[in-house]
């Protein structure tokens, strides 16, 4: 039980066009997802939590215009990075928290964004 | 602060007992976890334990608590190759709203 997917896995893009990410959590309802980033040999960077229904909450230096989360269903959030850069190049995981164990987050494989 | 701090690096042999060590500052912390993460994958939730426990046993994982110095550890006995990864403490605090605190991650070598 708590498996959370997310699609695609791996995506390369042209710079400024836009990439959606979309993260599924596949046996129980997520009350609560959330979307991080994290950098080579690095820690999770926490980037936003989003609420079913409700808009997302970013983190402080995490641009909302430009990494647009949707939540519209308790088990399905999408992440669109806007007019993607190389700079956004990185490795994107969520998470969601829901189930037996609401205290408890279950993360996605992660989605490996590749700007060119 | 929000700090949670690890060691960066573990090196053991094959068989031997791995013990990875974390800090945190927040004494709110309800709950404290330990993920897994192997090369280019998500975290893998190990085990968790809640803040009013000291110790959790699973299969060949220990964790253990002291609360009082702010100190969580894992012990992973008969430590296999397919252990090496990277092991991330975390802490929990529902302070306003849910946050999840991680750490820096530990990379865990296994020498066969």
């Known amino acids: 039980g708590a498996v959370v997917s997310q699609h695609p896995s791996r995506v390369i893009c042209k710079s400024g066009t836009s990439v959606k990410i979309e993260c599924r959590s596949l046996d129980f309802q997520a009350t609560t997802m959330f979307w991080y980033r994290q950098f080579p040999k690095q820690s999770l960077m926490l980037m936003a939590t989003s609420n079913e229904g409700s808009k997302a909450t970013y983190e402080q230096g995490v641009e909302k215009d430009k990494f647009l989360i949707n939540h519209a269903s308790l088990t399905l959030s999408t992440l669109t990075v806007t007019s993607a850069h190389p700079e956004d190049s990185s490795f994107y995981i969520c998470?969601?928290?829901?189930?037996?164990?609401?205290?408890?987050?279950?993360f996605g494989p992660g989605t490996r964004l590749l700007v060119l | 602060g929000e700090d949670v701090e690890q060691s960066l690096f573990l090196s053991v042999r094959e068989g031997d007992s791995s013990v990875i060590n974390c800090t945190y500052t927040d004494s709110s912390s309800t709950y404290l976890y330990w993920y897994k993460q192997e090369p280019g994958a998500g975290l893998q939730l190990l085990t968790y334990i809640f803040s009013n426990m000291d110790m959790k046993q699973d299969q060949r994982l220990t964790v253990l608590l002291n609360k009082k110095d702010k100190h969580l550890s894992l012990r992973i006995a008969d430590t296999q190759t397919g252990d090496s990864a990277i092991y991330f403490c975390?802490?929990?605090?529902?302070?306003?709203?849910?946050?999840?605190?991680f750490g820096a991650g530990t990379r865990l070598f296994v020498k066969a």
């Open positions: 998470s969601a928290k829901g189930g037996l164990t609401w205290e408890t987050q279950y």
């Open positions: 975390a802490e929990s605090r529902n302070t306003g709203g849910f946050k999840t605190i």
